[in-house]
């Protein structure tokens, strides 16, 4: 049995962690991590300084967070300083790595990202999943998994966890697919499909697009609203640097947010959703282009040779989307919109139309609305580093474990 | 100059306060308060089992609590029990009280609530406040709190702190209200017009009318929409327990979520926005009613004596609401909505339709909504709560102030 590996969902750190001694010593941990992995390289005592312990409790937990394979010593700082030389700390290249996959509609992508947040191996299968069942494509996952696990090995890493985005909703316990049209899945327990020896995190492809946004961006803030527009259009609500699950976990539905009430009937079972105007493939038929493997690629070359009628699909994309915005504007008050997913890639197109109707709608300033550099890398990216930064929250648990 | 209440905003007990012994004193002693407040009354053993104590801290804490006040002994429990008789502790009737206080576009109210949660005193005084400069408004309502904190002072109490609820955009700084357009006040800062000598706490009107329903409403959960309808239309997002208030404080303009992108213009710049189908004045435009001081009754008398025009009015703003809180649904997969506020009192024409649209419009089973017990006295409930939360939360800063 796979056990969802709940400390990677983001958490302060260690906040669910009891409020007893041993409790504190596992926040401090906690701590240290952050600390040298946002800072790092630093000494001890700049360590101490900056969490505002005593070096000689710094030190202790330093001596843990080595042994464990989690820190890792630099050598001596270059002499000319003043008093003795104290040694930099550093994350550790090797030790525990977190495990990123991606079920996309057409491929699957999966990568090994160690704990300072590089990425040391990946693997891809191109192809569309619409329609299959879910066994067989969690098998092609699974030996991908496996491949990119054997090579970070080689490198002297080891997975932490597995963590899987998907184009659809997924439940609170993190593992199973409540629904995801674009693929025919429903109530489809990954869990049970996907390696049982790695703790398993699923979660929504948007999330983990927003996470990326969060953890990677330049300049997040920790207030903003993730669009993640592709086949469906997903949003990331994140408040205060915290996703924002929902009752069922199924929050940040921006697809289905009624845009023209009385407007086309859509799959939902409502009318004039905004997937009806701005969803990829509503606007290729509005553009008069057929489907094709790669939607927005096509929707762009058009696009930037002056094609009228894609340009005018795309104005009209921006329009529903800037419609949409402003209700979810209004609602959560965000500091800024990132527009990451494959629609990203015909920003210039959408969001002239998408800020004016925005700006005219919103009293004050309008709420700035910028294109995601991650770009449709953000989910396999996003999930890659909830586990790495599950390890970070928390190390004591994975120095147990390991 | 008033200290902003910051304590008194909604948090997990203590939960800002540093990671250190004192630190790990100030959360033990708010666990205590806060079992006590919602289970007590209880023996020093009982609230040691409930928080994963010792009953040595306990007791070390508990003296503390009764010096200072907060807490006091009912005297031994009742013979006849195994063991040596315990004397049960109970949140003392003394002592700290909130005073909660509304700017209301129609009329003031100040109250005091104990530690208990009981009101102890209160005044009210009607009498439009449209158009009227808030310095003479703060003035009158200084007065009325004056009125009822020495009412409550008669009784032992002694006011711990002053949150006024006002129907507008208020900052985060808690004092300024940013817009409040029913009032026509822009950027004015209550903090300079209210007694100095009160920490003070200046909020939204549908926040604090939220935060009562979660404090105060049975089986309210922990992830709600509180819409509170009246002249405007603003909506109080609750998530695990806490208000989500947004980057400038804004968060909840549900009033302004687009309904029908193309319709009437509206005060904020959009159009076809809530309130333009559902607020107060706009239901009584429909209905072909003349605006009068007590609106909503107008409107259920008219509508309780079978007056098709006035159903047909709230049948449509109810249906304006289904699809605003369609949208907004779907982007916080709320456990529940909870209709709030003046409209709460034509609820039963407003919900029929707002259900039927959500209903139609949301795959899967639909969010319920229900009608709010507390009706319009919840943000000035709201408003007291805060305070007394904020006592709740950390006790030893309000001992030390005391």
Redesign the interface.
């Known amino acids: 049995m796979t056990a969802p590996l709940h400390e990677a969902r983001p958490a302060a750190p260690g906040?669910a962690l009891p409020?007893t001694q041993q409790g504190?010593r596992r926040?401090?941990l906690a701590r240290v991590m952050h600390t040298v992995s946002a800072e790092g390289p630093l000494s001890r005592a700049a360590v101490a300084s900056r969490i505002g312990l005593t070096r000689a409790a710094v030190s202790t937990l330093v001596d843990e967070l080595i042994r464990t394979g989690l820190l890792e010593e630099l050598g001596p700082e270059r002499p000319g300083r003043v008093g003795r030389p104290g040694s930099a700390l550093a994350v550790s290249g090797r030790g525990p790595a977190g495990i990123g996959a991606e079920i996309g509609v057409d491929h699957l992508a999966v990568c090994a990202v160690d704990l300072r947040g590089e990425v040391r191996a990946r693997a891809i299968r191109h192809g569309t999943n619409r329609g299959r069942s879910p066994e067989p494509v969690a098998g092609e996952l699974t030996d991908l998994v496996r491949q990119v696990v054997a090579e970070a090995e080689q490198e002297g890493l080891w997975p932490a966890g597995l963590a899987v985005a998907v184009p659809g909703l997924v439940a609170r316990d993190a593992r199973t697919v409540v629904?995801a049209p674009n693929l025919d899945w429903h109530d489809t327990d990954l869990g049970a499909l996907l390696p049982a020896d790695l703790p398993l995190i699923v979660d929504n492809e948007a999330n983990f697009g927003g996470l990326a946004e969060l953890w990677l961006g330049e300049g997040t803030?920790r207030?903003f609203l993730h669009v993640s527009a592709e086949i469906g259009i997903g949003?990331a609500?994140v408040?205060d640097g915290q996703l924002?699950?929902?009752?069922?976990?199924?929050?940040?539905?921006?697809g289905?947010?009624?845009?023209?009430?009385d407007g086309p009937e859509c799959a939902?079972?409502?009318?004039g959703c905004l997937e009806q105007y701005a969803g990829e493939e509503a606007v290729l038929r509005a553009a008069g282009l057929a489907s094709a493997e790669d939607r927005v690629a096509v929707l762009a070359d058009h696009a930037a040779e002056g094609d009228e009628t894609v340009r005018r699909a795309l104005r009209e994309a921006g329009e529903a989307l800037g419609?949409?915005l402003?209700?979810?504007v209004?609602?959560?008050?965000?500091?800024s919109v990132v527009l990451g997913g494959a629609l990203a890639g015909v920003g210039p197109w959408l969001l002239p139309s998408l800020r004016a109707e925005l700006a005219?709608?919103?009293?004050g300033p309008a709420c700035p609305v910028s294109v995601s550099r991650l770009g449709s890398e953000g989910p396999l990216l996003g999930a890659a580093h909830a586990v790495v930064r599950g390890v970070l929250d928390d190390p004591a648990a994975v120095a147990e474990r390991g």
């Open positions: 906040r409020d504190m926040r401090n629904r803030p207030d949003a609500v408040v924002l699950r929902g009752t069922r976990g199924f929050a940040g539905e921006l289905h947010v009624p845009v023209r009430p939902c079972g409502g009318r419609i949409a402003t209700g979810a209004n609602l959560l008050d965000p500091e005219r709608r919103t009293a």
